[in-house]
């Protein structure tokens, strides 16, 4: 089984005084979902120093995140 899902990577909010921010939600829509229901990816940030040197790599770009088993 595999789901991907692509779109873009847009700051949603900045919490914690700028160590987490959040990204939009990415929907995997399949034919058992929706826009409202169904599985759903949210991209976080986590960094006391407020640097978020990982996510700054993709915000703003258009990703592809798959989800596959691994048996």
């Given at each position: 089984m595999k789901l991907i899902t692509t779109g873009e990577l847009i700051?949603?909010?900045i919490e914690d005084g700028g160590q987490a921010?959040?990204?939009?939600?990415?929907?995997f829509n399949t034919e058992?979902?929706?826009?409202d229901n169904g599985m759903?990816?949210?991209?976080q940030s986590w960094d006391e120093e407020e640097?978020?040197?990982d996510i700054n790599l993709f915000k703003n770009k258009k990703v592809k995140i798959t989800?596959?088993?691994i048996d």
């Open positions: 700051v949603d909010s921010i959040i990204c939009d939600r990415l929907s058992h979902s929706d826009d759903f990816v949210i991209i640097l978020h040197s989800i596959e088993t």
